[in-house]
């Protein structure tokens, strides 16, 4: 366990580094995360008003971490292939934190402005569908970090760029047809998504373990 908990704090090290929160480039990054934050937290639910509270809406914000779990992970397969299970689980759970992370703060940041814009109207967010969803949001960027992470390994980075393009493709028209469906099947989609991304673990074993013997 202790030596895990060093992996995630290298790998954490390492995303920072990724990112440029280290160096002159820092202020670039802080800007594009504020940008973020600001164009999806404050200013597109103050636009939306009170029906930024819909459950589709809050259910699809809750989800937003695939969006920068996958392409994190992809990039730290490629930056530096790990050498053990261990070390690629360290870089799929932190690319997930990390993209989990960047959703929590924009989300909340949507229900201040939401209440703060609004303030005779109290009434909180369908709770239930939001566990669902930030439960379908950490299982499916697990999923798409661990598939990352794996095309990574047997390809290359450029062909998980690839796949991760065709696959949040047919996530948002998925989306933009079938998106009152959501709120309905994201208890069932988190237990979908947790098994695709335990068969991609496997994958990612098996990989490592191949290339130790070539």
Do not use: N
Request: charged share 15%.
């Amino acid at each position: 366990m202790q030596r895990f908990s060093y992996r995630l704090k290298q790998e954490a090290i390492r995303l920072g580094g990724r990112l440029g929160w280290a160096g002159s480039g820092r202020y670039r990054v802080i800007l594009v995360h504020v940008a973020l934050v600001a164009v999806f937290g404050v200013f597109l639910p103050w636009m939306k008003g009170i029906d930024f509270l819909d459950s589709v809406m809050t259910a699809a914000y809750a989800c937003l971490g695939i969006l920068f779990a996958a392409p994190a992970a992809a990039q730290a397969f490629a930056e530096e292939r790990p050498r053990s299970i261990a070390g690629a689980l360290a870089c799929v759970a932190i690319a997930v934190a990390y993209g989990e992370f960047l959703a929590l703060v924009i989300l909340l940041a949507g229900f201040m402005t939401v209440y703060l814009s609004h303030p005779s109207f109290m009434i909180p967010p369908d709770l239930t569908t939001l566990s669902r969803a930030s439960a379908l949001g950490i299982a499916a960027a697990a999923a798409l970090a661990s598939i990352a992470g794996w095309v990574t390994l047997r390809f290359s980075a450029a062909a998980a760029r690839v796949v991760l393009r065709g696959i949040f493709l047919a996530l948002l028209v998925l989306f933009f047809y079938r998106y009152r469906w959501l709120p309905d099947v994201a208890g069932t989609a988190a237990i979908v998504s947790t098994g695709i991304a335990a068969i991609a673990i496997v994958a990612l074993r098996w990989e490592i373990e191949r290339r130790k013997q070539v």
